[in-house]
């Protein structure tokens, strides 16, 4: 079993920038596919970022170049770093942590983006 804590979401204006971290506890956090997520109303889950064993780092189209994800295995960490904000990034982001087929979820974290 692996437990996701999500934090760093909020409200921020267009253009600006906000950071998302997510720790994991309860298992071996190396071999585990890392992922960033992101829901807005009923729609679909929609990858923003991935960052699996392989380091083959992966972007969602519509935030390649604006976001950035990290890992720290030491820490069992990842975290998004999301520049450039824009009014439809807004929804519920959460964290993933996937290995083989088991998919482990975070709570979610709020982002808004208005002026």
């Known amino acids: 079993q692996v437990q996701l804590v999500e934090s760093g979401g909020g409200l921020v204006q267009p253009g600006g920038s906000l950071t998302l971290s997510c720790t994991a506890s309860?298992?071996?956090?190396?071999?585990?596919?890392m992922a960033w997520y992101r829901q807005v109303g009923g729609s679909e889950r929609e990858l923003v970022a991935r960052?699996?064993?392989?380091?083959?780092?992966e972007y969602g189209d519509s935030v390649r170049g604006r976001f950035f994800i990290s890992r720290d295995n030491a820490k069992a960490t990842v975290t998004l770093q999301m520049d450039r904000l824009k009014s439809e990034d807004t929804g519920v982001y959460y964290c993933?942590?996937?290995?083989?087929?088991?998919?482990?979820w975070g709570q979610g974290t709020q982002v808004t983006v208005s002026s």
């Open positions: 993933l942590a996937q290995v083989w087929s088991l998919q482990f």
């Open positions: 309860g298992s071996e956090f190396n071999g585990f596919i």
């Open positions: 960052w699996p064993p392989n380091n083959n780092i």
